[in-house]
């Protein structure tokens, strides 16, 4: 490490370790996937966070000139998808029953 440098506080992977970077996936039980992900397959939660409660986020991002596609409601779970500049596509979702 050269003088000035910050060290990496990210571990080295070594060969064979599992990464999983982000899967969204619907589950019956959050606590019980989570269990079951993080305690018998032994992967690492590096972070766990909750989306707000409320539609407002749409709103949001579309007074801040963000290009917000309307909500699509597919089966009880609502969409709304969005691209940043780069093309990078991104899924806001709302789940009304974790309300």
């Given at each position: ?23 969204i996936l619907p ?73």
């Amino acid at each position: 490490m050269s003088a000035g440098e910050a060290p990496n506080p990210v571990a080295p992977v070594t060969p064979g370790a599992m990464l999983l970077e982000l899967v969204i996936l619907p589950v019956a039980d959050i606590d019980r996937a989570k269990a079951f992900y993080r305690d018998r397959v032994g992967f690492t939660v590096d972070v766990d966070v909750a989306p707000a409660e409320g539609e407002a986020v749409r709103a949001g991002l579309v007074a801040h000139g963000v290009d917000v596609a309307p909500v699509v409601d597919r089966g009880g779970v609502l969409y709304a998808g969005f691209s940043d500049p780069d093309g990078n596509t991104w899924m806001l979702q709302h789940m009304p029953w974790r309300a």
